[in-house]
């Protein structure tokens, strides 16, 4: 039996749990143990939940149960994450988060202190939420040289594109709609704005190039100005718009763009099909050519399946460290703009053109 916590039971953490107790014969099948979800931390009490009995305040308790060999981080934020996933490393029990915050500002740093200590720091649910991508790159894709990233990234954006797209709806509209029908947050800023695209596409940025790339250098632009006049224009030359982090990479030059802003996507290109709150990635290799991610990129049970499959990875390598693919800390790369055509057919929505 292999003993984990969660911190933080919201949307994500109460999904692991229930994904591990649902899958728990698989879960122990692809893991060669039992997984039992010890200590869930939380400011709140959850009374008639069957976890209640399970909460505690006190990261220490956490922290100083040896039986405990990893922790799955699914609070968000900056701190006390970062502090609590560093505590947790340094005592030699393994991270999974879904927190691409975290992941953003300090992956490296933290992929560093697992390799000290003889655990892993792994976040499939950072990036694309339930699509394995980062696994699929960091392990089935090592050997390619891969020189592009384009993502539909956010759920939420390419559902109100969509609604636009579909039932002509202004911006706003398409925006209240996506909050009633729990689709977008209360504060949606961070999405609308491109910021969470942004974050994801530096992950993987840093992923696919080695080198480290950090939110800040990613220009970005969100969806807030697109009009149903620009989706009306996009249709009747045959491409739609979509909001998408995009990465090339020129390896003989070494070097690396990236964006993230609002395209017209051509009919042909795979992520024209992907609409509504899905996500899309599409990946060249030099080798491979295109492949195309597509899935849930939110959502409890999907983001909460990638988590657990990292908990399933870690526990499987008791004692070492599974390569997470992310640069060593110093192994930076100052992007330069994109100049020439963009991936795939792809161009910029400009507005009004
Ligand atoms: N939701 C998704 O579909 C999704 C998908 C991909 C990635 N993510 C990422 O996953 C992370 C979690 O997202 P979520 O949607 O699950 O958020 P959430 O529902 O707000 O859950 C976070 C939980 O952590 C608790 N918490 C906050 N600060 C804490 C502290 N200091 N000590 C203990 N518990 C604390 C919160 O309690 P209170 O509610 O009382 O504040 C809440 O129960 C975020 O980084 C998010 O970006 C989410």
Not at 317 to 328: D, I, K, Q, S
Request: glycine share 12%.
């Amino acid at each position: 039996m292999i003993d984990i916590a969660i911190l933080g039971f919201g949307t994500v953490g109460s999904g692991v749990a229930e994904v591990l107790d649902a899958q728990r014969e698989r879960v122990r099948q692809a893991a060669g143990d039992d997984i039992r979800v010890k200590y869930i931390l939380d400011i709140r009490d959850f009374p008639g939940s069957p976890y209640a009995d399970r909460v505690v305040r006190d990261m220490n308790v956490i922290l100083e149960d040896p039986d405990v060999k990893a922790v799955c981080e699914t609070m968000g934020g900056k701190e006390p994450a970062f502090a609590f996933t560093r505590a947790a490393l340094e005592r030699g029990k393994s991270v999974c988060t879904s927190n691409k915050e975290l992941v953003d500002a300090f992956g490296p740093e933290l992929v560093q202190t697992a390799g000290a200590h003889g655990c892993s720091y792994l976040f499939e649910a950072s990036v694309g939420g339930g699509i394995p991508i980062l696994r699929t790159l960091r392990d089935s894709c090592r050997h390619e040289e891969l020189t592009s990233v384009v993502g539909i990234l956010n759920g939420t954006c390419n559902y109100i594109l969509t609604k636009m797209d579909r039932e002509g709806m202004d911006f706003a509209d398409a925006l209240r709609q996506a909050q009633e029908n729990g689709f977008a947050e209360r504060s949606p800023d961070a999405d609308v704005q491109g910021h969470d695209t942004a974050r994801k596409l530096a992950i993987l940025a840093s992923l696919i190039s080695g080198r480290r790339v950090r939110y800040e250098q990613v220009p970005c632009e969100g969806i807030t100005e697109v009009s149903p006049e620009d989706l009306l224009r996009a249709r009747k030359t045959g491409r739609a718009v979509k909001l998408l982090g995009i990465c090339g990479r020129d390896p003989a030059a070494g070097t690396l763009s990236v964006m993230a802003a609002p395209c017209l996507v051509p009919q042909d290109n795979p992520l024209y099909g992907v609409n509504d709150v899905f996500n899309g990635i599409l990946v060249h290799g030099n080798c491979v050519g295109d492949l195309m991610f597509y899935g849930r990129g939110a959502g409890k049970l999907p983001t909460a399946s990638a988590v657990a499959a990292d908990v399933v990875e870690c526990v499987k390598n008791p004692g070492r460290t599974v390569e997470a693919g992310l640069p060593a800390p110093g192994a930076e790369i100052t992007p330069v703009p994109f100049t020439g055509p963009l991936p795939g057919g792809i161009e910029r929505l400009r507005r009004g053109a």
